[in-house]
């Protein structure tokens, strides 16, 4: 008696990905009514028969993403994380979801934890600080990956690396503080050694070195107290600079809430632009310019290519920057 055909025979036979068999034999509308047939056509030429009893056996969590986010607190990455997620959804899969808390150990663990269970596919927004664990544990587990928004691995053909373009996004809020008379720029926030950081402020660097203005930098953690101590700072202790781009809008809307404190009138006395375009940007006084990144139009692409990417088979590009806008509000403008 012959040797009984597997998903595997199947697939190859098919000239398909083991992924898409699975979606065949799941009925998921994510697969081409020609490749289904293609499918179909290869299991009755084999005669394969599915074992349904032995699919639960190995596991119901066929279909599962995982998803794994540096700061969940940070409503950018919550806004993110919750399109991808709808839209995983929308396609029958479910998702599960971990906050690493930017410690790079708790993501080697839950993404360790997440292959143990036989996880489809992860989408990575990494914490800082990794040496090459998880690369290597998702290589071994030969399953998809993408890292989104951060970068933790260079290998881009393997692990394709999708995110905004910030260095645009800077340049475009430079002009627009140059274009509005600013003459003593800042960028403030963002920890130094991060090559976000550096990606976000290379376009103010640019558009400061081609107006022949100096740059001045205050990096620190980008978070609502950073930004209000810096703008304390500058109020009192640095007299002259008059506008600034700030890392991240919650570290802008902390610089809001210290001008308010020591009564410097926003998009007059100093002119301001966050980063992000959060939903709170539109909704404070006075409302604060931001370079929008539409992370929940991000997030919706990148769970589709992902979708794709199990479909199919075919490994999306090695990397994808998603264009960016920005939004001129009372901050920079006035009112």
């Given amino acids: ?21 699975s979606l065949v034999l799941q009925n ?32 119901s969590d066929a279909g599962l993403i995982g998803l794994v986010i540096n700061d969940l607190r940070n409503p950018f990455f919550t806004e993110f994380a919750t399109s991808a997620q709808m839209t995983f959804a929308s396609h029958g899969f479910a998702t599960v979801v971990a906050n690493t808390d930017e410690d790079p150990d708790i ?5 360790a934890s997440m292959i143990e269970h036989g996880v489809s596919a992860l989408v ?23 890292q989104v928004l951060r970068m933790m691995d260079g290998q881009t053909d393997v692990f394709p690396f999708f995110s905004l373009d910030y260095a645009k996004g800077g340049q475009l ?9 600013a003459k003593r720029i800042a960028f403030v926030g963002g920890l130094e050694d991060r ?9 103010y660097l640019k558009v400061m070195a081609e107006q022949g203005i100096a740059p001045e930098m205050f990096h ?9 101590d810096i703008a304390l700072k ?5 007299p002259g600079v008059d506008a600034a781009i700030c890392f991240s809008d919650l570290v802008a809307l902390g610089m809001l809430s210290g001008f308010a404190q020591c009564g410097v009138k926003l998009g007059s006395d100093f002119r301001l632009v966050g980063f992000d375009d959060i939903e709170e940007c539109a909704l404070v006084y006075p409302r604060l310019s931001s370079v929008r990144c539409d992370v929940a139009s991000f997030g919706c692409r990148t769970a589709t290519t992902m979708l794709e990417w199990l479909e199919t088979g075919m490994r999306p590009p090695s990397t994808e920057l998603a264009k960016v806008e920005l939004v001129a509000r009372q901050s920079s403008l006035g009112y």
């Fill in 107 to 111: 993501q080697a663990r839950v993404i």
């Fill in 195 to 203: 090559l976000v950081t550096r990606e976000r402020m290379s376009g």
């Fill in 124 to 146: 990575i927004s990494p914490a800082y600080g990794d040496r090459g664990t998880v690369s290597e544990m998702i290589k071994r587990a030969g399953i998809p990956a993408m």
């Fill in 28 to 59: 998921s509308p994510l697969v081409k009514k020609e490749t289904r047939e293609t499918v179909e056509e290869s299991m009755l030429a084999l005669n394969y028969v599915y074992n349904r009893s032995a699919a639960n056996l190995r596991g």
């Fill in 234 to 238: 500058l109020a009192r202790k640095v």
């Fill in 1 to 21: 008696m012959g040797k009984r055909p597997t998903i595997i025979d199947v697939a190859r036979h098919a000239g398909v990905s083991k992924s898409t068999v």
């Fill in 220 to 228: 620190g953690r980008p978070s609502r107290a950073f930004g209000r």
């Fill in 173 to 181: 809020a430079a002009r627009h503080l140059v274009e509005l008379g």
